[in-house]
C-alpha cells in the first residue's frame, strides 16, 4: 500500500495551514498558557496530530500509527539515549564531590555570572554541540550551570539562548552534509553560504544572551567580554565554513571563544554588582584540580572520537542494525512542488548502539568513575538512580518525537512550509522562517533540512533565486528554533530540575519563546537583504 501526501486536502492553503497547525498550537498553549506537565501536553499534541492525519488528510490509521511508533523510537533511541548519559557523567562528577572543584576552578576565571554565562552556555555548548549535538549541550551546560549556584530558570534559559549560532555545524556537520545529500547541492558552497550568515549572529548572540540575563544595562557593565567572545567566535566561523568546510567549524571556533575570553579576563575585570556575582561554593571543593576535569575530559575526547568518519564507520561495521519499519517503510509518497519527481518516505529505524554519541558519553563516565575511585557497584547504582530520575522527561521526549513524525509523515509541516513559500517576492525573508519552523516541530536542523531542502531549491529554482542561497538559508534559520522545540524545552528542564524552584516545560518554553521569534525574524531580514540588496555576499 502506498498513500500519497495531499498538502491541500481542504483545498485552501490557508485554511489548510491553520488545521495543520493545530497540533503545534495544542501542544505549546497546553505548556505555556495552561501549565499542563509535559509528557500529557505532547500526548495531547500526538492525539490531535493523528486525528488530523487520518480524518483530514486521510492518511491510512495503520501509516499515522507506525508515524508515531517510529517517532517515540527515535525519542528514545538516539535522543533520550544521549540525554539519559550526558545527565549520568553529569551526576558523577556531583557525587565524587569533583563538581565542586570545578566550581571552584570556573568562578576562578570570573564569579561573575555574566562572564560565566559567556564562557559555558555560549563556548563550552558550542563545543558539545560541534562534536555531540542533539540535546548533549543543553544537557550538559544547563546541569554545570545550576551547580556553580545559577537559578534554575535562569541555567535553562542560558542554555537554550546560547545553543543557536553553532546549530548548523553541529555534529560535525551533519545538518548540512545531509543537506547536500537531500539536494545534491555542492557541500562547500552550502557551508560557505550559511558561513556568510551565522556569524554576524555568533557575534550578536552573547549580547543578546547576557541582556536575557540581567537586562541590556547589566550587559553593558560586560560589553567587553561579549565582543571578544562572538567576535572570536565569529571571526573563524566564517574561515572555517568558507576555506575548510562543516567538519570542524564549532570546535575550532568555541576553542578559540574559550581561549579568547579566559586570556581577555586575565587583563580586564568587569565592574562587579553584587547582583551579578555567583558565591563560591561551600565546602567538598578539594582536591587535584585536573580530577575535576576528568569527567568532562573523557566526554569530550570521546564524543569526538566517535565523530571522526573513521571510527563511526568501523563501529557500525562491528554492530548496526538498520531496521525498516514494518508498514510505514516507502508507502508514503512525497510529491511536487515539494520535490521535483514524486518520491517515496523512507522509514528505517537505525540502531546503532556502538557508534551512537550516547555510548560515547556513557564508556566516558563509566571510565572517569573508575579514575575517581568508584567501584562497579557504586557505578551501576548511580546510573541506575540516572535512569529514574529521568524516567518521565524520556517518556516526555518520546511523545514529542512522535508527534514530529506523525506531522511529518502526514504532511501537515509541509503544508505550512507551502504556505510561506507561496509568498512571491518576499519569499526569502520566509525562507529561514521555514527552516525555524522545521526545527521547532523535529528538534532538529538535520531534519528540518531533510524536510525542507527540497522544497527550498524548487521554491529558488521557481523564483529566479539561488538554490545554494535559499538551501542554505532553511539551515541558518533553523538554528533558531532549536531553543523552542520540544525536545530541547524538555532536555533544559531535565538538566535544571531537582531543585524547589526548578522550572516546568511550559514556564521555559516562556522564557525563550519571543527571543527565538526576534532572532528568525532578523535572520529573515538578512537573508531577504543578501537576496536583493547585497549580492555579493551570496556564494555564486
Request: charged content about 10%; some cysteine; aromatic content about 10%.
Amino acid at each position: 500500500m502506498t498513500w500519497s501526501q495531499n498538502y491541500d486536502p481542504l483545498g485552501s492553503l490557508i485554511l489548510s495551514s491553520l488545521v495543520a497547525a493545530l497540533p503545534v498550537v495544542v501542544l505549546l498553549g497546553l505548556l505555556a498558557f495552561w501549565h499542563v506537565r509535559a509528557h500529557l501536553a505532547a500526548l495531547a499534541g500526538l492525539l490531535v496530530a493523528a486525528w488530523i492525519a487520518i480524518f483530514v488528510y486521510h492518511m491510512p490509521a495503520q501509516l499515522a500509527g507506525m508515524a508515531a511508533v517510529n517517532g517515540a523510537a527515535f525519542g528514545l533511541f538516539p535522543i533520550g539515549w544521549i540525554v539519559l548519559n550526558a545527565m549520568f557523567v553529569y551526576n558523577l562528577s556531583v557525587e565524587t564531590g569533583q563538581f565542586a572543584v570545578l566550581q571552584k576552578q570556573i568562578a576562578g576565571v570570573s564569579s561573575d555570572r555574566r562572564i560565566q554565562a559567556l564562557l559555558i552556555a555560549f563556548s563550552f555548548g558550542a563545543f558539545i554541540e560541534g562534536a555531540a549535538g542533539f540535546g548533549a549541550p543543553v544537557a550538559i551546560t544547563g546541569a554545570l550551570m545550576i551547580g556553580l549556584g545559577f537559578k534554575p530558570l535562569e541555567a535553562a534559559k542560558l542554555a537554550l539562548i546560547g545553543n543557536t549560532a553553532p546549530v548548523a555545524f553541529g555534529s560535525l556537520g551533519t545538518p548540512l552534509t545531509t543537506l547536500a545529500d537531500i539536494t545534491h547541492l555542492d557541500l562547500h558552497l552550502l557551508s560557505a553560504m550559511v558561513g556568510r550568515q551565522l556569524p554576524l549572529f555568533s557575534l550578536i548572540v552573547p549580547f543578546w544572551l547576557v541582556a536575557a540575563q540581567v537586562g541590556w544595562r547589566g550587559m553593558l557593565g560586560v560589553w567587553p567580554a561579549c565582543l571578544v567572545t562572538g567576535l572570536s567566535f565569529g571571526v573563524m566561523q566564517f574561515v572555517m565554513s568558507n576555506f575548510h568546510g562543516p567538519w570542524l567549524v564549532d570546535i575550532v571556533s568555541a576553542v578559540v571563544a574559550m581561549a579568547a575570553l579566559v586570556g581577555f579576563m586575565k587583563v580586564w575585570k568587569p565592574a562587579l554588582a553584587n547582583e551579578h556575582v555567583n558565591e563560591e561554593p561551600a565546602g567538598g571543593a578539594s582536591g587535584a584540580a585536573w580530577k575535576a576535569w576528568l569527567p568532562w575530559i573523557f566526554l569530550t575526547a570521546f564524543v569526538f572520537a566517535w565523530g571522526m568518519p573513521a571510527v563511526k564507520s568501523g563501529l557500525n561495521a562491528t554492530f548496526n542494525q538498520e531496521i525498516e519499519v514494518p508498514v510505514l517503510h516507502k508507502a508514503v509518497e512525497r510529491v511536487p512542488p515539494v520535490v521535483v519527481h514524486a518520491e517515496l518516505e523512507k522509514a528505517v529505524f537505525k540502531f546503532n548502539a556502538l557508534s551512537a554519541t550516547g555510548t560515547a558519553a556513557m564508556i566516558a563516565g563509566v571510565l572517569a568513575g573508575f579514575c575517581l575511585g568508584l567501584g562497579p557497584v557504586r557505578i551501576a547504582k548511580l546510573y541506575a538512580t540516572t535512569i529514574w530520575k529521568l524516567r518521565v522527561p524520556l517518556l516526555t521526549i518520546s511523545l514529542m518525537l512522535a508527534l514530529g513524525y506523525v506531522t511529518r509523515y502526514s504532511g501537515t509541516d509541509t503544508t505550512m512550509g507551502l504556505m510561506m513559500a507561496s509568498t512571491g517576492a518576499l519569499f526569502p525573508f520566509f525562507s529561514p522562517i521555514i527552516g525555524w519552523l522545521g526545527v521547532a516541530l523535529t528538534g532538529s536542523d538535520t531534519a528540518s533540512n531533510v524536510l525542507f531542502g527540497n522544497l527550498q531549491q524548487v521554491t529558488a529554482n521557481q523564483l529566479h533565486l539561488s538554490p545554494i542561497h535559499m538551501a542554505a538559508s532553511n539551515s541558518s534559520g533553523g538554528v533558531m528554533g532549536k531553543m523552542i522545540d520540544a525536545q530541547s524545552i524538555v532536555v533544559a528542564a531535565v538538566a535544571t530540575g531537582g531543585h524547589p524552584d526548578s522550572p516546568d516545560a511550559g514556564t521555559v518554553l516562556r522564557s525563550v519563546f519571543w527571543h527565538s521569534v526576534a532572532l528568525a525574524l532578523l535572520m529573515g531580514v538578512l537573508v531577504m537583504a543578501q537576496a536583493y540588496w547585497l549580492p555579493w555576499m551570496v556564494v555564486k
